[in-house]
Nanobody, 123 residues
Framework: QGHLVESGGGSVQAGGSLRLTCETS????????MGWYRQVPGKEREGVAT????????YYADSVKGRFTISRDNAKNTLYLQMNSLKPEDTAMYHC????????????????WGQGTQVTVSS
């Protein structure tokens, strides 16, 4: 059973940066599609970014392209999300997630996910 714990969220002003970290256990992330999604109460969940196993292909939502960067350290079983040029509309609970195999999109059917870390961006 996979276990994922996010950290690094917080409150920042628009234009600022945050780096989210997802520490995992119970599975080897090197063989999994890993990703981040965000959730705002009352709104549909949004896939933010994914990074595939193998060649490390990445996928981003149009809303974050050019501002967010997903990366993974397989040796540490850890996933990251660098978020730059943050906007108020990026405010959400951010969750990391995993599913076996390759990624194909930002909207994957996740097998494991964490409890989330809150990101709040003020204007």
């Amino acid at each position: 059973q996979g276990h994922l714990v996010e950290s690094g969220g917080g409150s920042v002003q628009a234009g600022g940066s945050l780096r989210l970290t997802c520490e995992t256990s119970g599975f080897v992330i090197g063989t999994y599609c890993m990703g981040w999604y965000r959730q705002v109460p009352g709104k549909e969940r949004e896939g933010v970014a994914t990074i595939s196993t193998g060649d490390g292909s990445t996928y981003y939502a149009d809303s974050v392209k050019g501002r967010f960067t997903i990366s993974r350290d397989n040796a540490k079983n850890t996933l990251y999300l660098q978020m730059n040029s943050l906007k108020p509309e990026d405010t959400a609970m951010y969750h990391c997630a995993a599913v076996g195999g390759r990624c194909y999109t930002t909207r994957m059917g996740w097998a494991y996910w964490g409890q989330g870390t809150q990101v709040t961006v003020s204007s």
